[in-house]
């Protein structure tokens, strides 16, 4: 007799991570950037994990260079597919921070967690508020 074959059922997968804006990004390459020109000067080597982060955020930075981002129209508005943090979603709202967190980790709103902070698609805050108004 054959056994059925084994179903796999795909995990979720959490994401651990930090999410800077280009303006940060570019001022943290630029930090790494002294600081490699400051190690240079006394003839120290820096690790190799500096060099590939400085790497890293200049390159990721040098592909936006001349192009600023768009500003929003006003304060609330974002573009349809972007994710905001739990102070932008409860400004969208009108309530806290924590308000929005306990909406997430009871399911009420619709994120996903990265590097331990709620990442909410905004178009899910949007369905949120036209729910409450």
């Known amino acids: 007799m054959t ?4 179903t796999v059922r795909a995990q979720p997968r959490l994401v ?6 280009t ?10 950037e ?3 020109r400051l190690l240079a000067e006394r003839r120290l080597q820096p690790t190799p994990r500096v060099r590939a982060l400085a790497r890293l955020l200049t390159s990721a930075t040098d592909s936006g260079r001349g192009t600023p ?9 974002v573009s349809s ?20 967190r306990s909406l ?14 709620w990442l909410i698609p905004v178009t899910a805050v949007h369905e949120r508020r036209g729910m409450t108004a």
């Open 16 to 21: 651990a991570g930090l999410l800077l804006d």
């Open 34 to 36: 002294q600081l490699l």
């Open 23 to 32: 303006a940060d990004a570019r001022f943290l390459a630029a930090c790494l």
């Open 81 to 100: 597919h972007e994710l905001v943090d739990t102070v932008t979603a409860a400004r969208i709202l009108g309530c806290t921070p924590e308000n929005v």
């Open 69 to 77: 981002e768009p500003a929003p129209a006003d304060d609330l508005s």
């Open 104 to 117: 997430c980790r009871r399911g009420r709103l619709d994120a996903q967690q990265a590097g331990g902070r």
């Open 3 to 6: 056994e059925p074959p084994l």
